[in-house]
């Protein structure tokens, strides 16, 4: 079964920073589809980013960008100029071609002014 | 605007009841999906259902029972067999076609009175 793991269960940044968040996963098929999804206090889960495993090309949205090794199972989140607003809980999450969820336990990350 | 909704936000259940956490979507999305998050913690998948009239176990199914007789609609029942209910519920969907990210009810808490 497909494994997601987020080594770093807290993280803190200064406003305006830069941080970047890990996961790795472990799977044998070679389609698939990585996301990273952000949880807020209210506990919504909003998308941030997402990936597709063919591409090569590493996704980005805005501030929030992906280092994407395929090889090396790897998909870090940079967040670029942090906010406040981006305190949160951010989860790594991945799906199989058959819809096969999986997710990671979750960085969560604090913003310091 | 098509969404997930899951009703009611809080639920409270008493010691040897059954209780049943509703979800609801018209994105006309196939794959429907049930997690458990305790505090500080990840996504667990409850169970999943790919199709209408089908579902399958994931990780934590023991205690739960799920039913899928029409696409919109896949109500999670917490049995009282199911130990230790306390815990937040989100629901969620994935379209057909790659690349589709789940979209996410806002979530149920569910508390032991």
């Known amino acids: 079964a497909q494994t997601v793991t987020q080594s770093q269960p807290e993280m803190s940044v200064q406003e305006a920073e830069t941080v970047t968040l890990s996961c790795t996963y472990d799977?044998?098929?070679?389609?698939?589809?990585l996301f990273w999804y952000k949880q807020p206090p209210s506990r919504q889960m909003i998308l941030v980013i997402r990936?597709?495993?063919?591409?090569?090309q590493n996704a980005t949205e805005n501030r929030f960008s992906v280092n994407f090794q395929k090889a090396a199972k790897s998909f870090s989140l940079k967040i670029s100029d942090s906010q406040l607003g981006d305190a949160a809980m951010y989860f790594c999450?991945?799906?199989?071609?058959?819809?096969?969820?999986?997710f990671g336990a979750g960085t969560r990350l604090t913003v310091k002014p | 605007d098509g969404g997930i909704t899951q009703s009611p936000k809080y639920l409270f259940r008493k010691e040897g009841q059954n209780v049943t956490l509703s979800c609801e979507q018209n994105l006309n999305h196939d794959a429907m999906y049930w997690y458990r998050q305790d505090p500080g913690q990840g996504l667990r998948l409850i169970y999943y259902s790919q199709i209408v009239n089908d579902f399958q176990k994931g990780d934590i199914a023991e205690g739960y029972s799920v039913s899928r007789e029409k696409k919109e609609s896949f109500p999670l029942t917490v049995t009282s067999a199911q130990k230790n209910p306390t815990a937040f519920y989100l629901c969620a969907s994935i379209g057909t076609g790659p690349y589709q990210p789940q979209h996410f009810g806002d979530g149920t808490r569910l508390s032991i009175l």
């Open positions: 999450a991945y799906r199989s071609p058959l819809n096969d969820m999986r």
């Open positions: 990936q597709e495993a063919y591409k090569q």
């Open positions: 799977t044998s098929e070679s389609d698939y589809y």
